[in-house]
């Protein structure tokens, strides 16, 4: 048995429903609507988002787990789904209060949302796709 | 008879809310797609149109065309859009994705050629919610 000494990465694909705007609000109208084109209409738009959560280390003794993926997927309900789910992320998530809700900047919030809960031992490295042709990855 | 199919996609927000009840009763009703603040979905629209192949381009319609018509009609109306707020052809109606089909399939039975024969479309909320609509 050799395997065991090995890191193993285990993968969790959670999904999540939101509208945001991308909009700079010290900057005026006329550059915001440049910088960020249609992404800047004010009434909102909206994606499904994908959210891949990637956890490496070694599987335990024990049970043979990296990390129980049920757990892993409760954390990301918990932490992340619930907070953004079905919501405005600029309107009503206290995250995105004074923060642009790109791509690049949602994956930071949710790494350090999941960052703290999980095993410092292990690994996390996130992946979060706006639409099936953009996504971001954190950290690189 | 030939069925051909044409695919596009738009992003938007929207909410599920009948301003004839009250806010409990839409809750109750729509759960978390009642949100007041909007939430919003990666929509995906499958157009078919059928017909017998021209004799002179073997095409049964011209699907740069038919994706110009699409753009033109529906998508420029609905991507990066609020669906209750910024949408024409939907003002007054509950922005349900049975209701956008039919909206969409309004916009496009008006837009085509009236020899053109209009299938079928189909719209993707998600990967795992769609309708389809066959203008019955």
Known sequence: MQSV?????????????????L?????????????????NNPSYH?????????????????????????????????????????KNLNEDCVEFKNLNPTAENIVIVIYNLLRPEIKSDLDIQLRLYETERNFVEYPI | MVY?????????????????????????????????NWHGHNFELYVTVK?????????????????????????DLLDHKNLNVDVEFMKGKICSIENLII?????????????????????YETPRIFVEYFGE
């Open chain 2, 103 to 123: 909206g969409i399939w309004e916009q496009l039975k008006n837009n085509l050629p009236a020899s053109t024969q209009l299938h079928a479309l189909k719209l």
């Open chain 1, 46 to 86: 909206g994606h499904n988002y994908d959210l891949i959560v990637r956890v490496t280390g070694v599987p335990e003794e024990g049970t043979g787990y990296v990390m129980d993926t049920k757990k892993l997927s409760d954390l990301i309900k918990e932490k992340v789904l619930d907070k953004f789910d079905h």
């Open chain 1, 23 to 39: 909009n700079n609000p010290a900057w005026d109208d006329a550059t915001n609507k440049e910088i960020f084109g249609k992404c």
């Open chain 2, 51 to 75: 017909g017998v192949p021209d004799k002179e381009t073997g095409f049964v319609f011209d699907a740069k065309k038919l994706s110009v018509i699409i753009k033109d009609h529906v998508t």
């Open chain 2, 4 to 36: 051909i199919t044409r695919i596009e996609h738009f992003n938007a927000a929207h909410k599920l809310f009948n301003p004839s009840w009250s806010k409990e009763k839409n809750e109750d009703v729509f759960g978390k797609c009642a949100n007041e």
């Open chain 1, 5 to 21: 000494s090995n890191k193993v990465a285990v993968f969790r694909k959670e999904h999540f429903n939101a509208a945001h705007r």
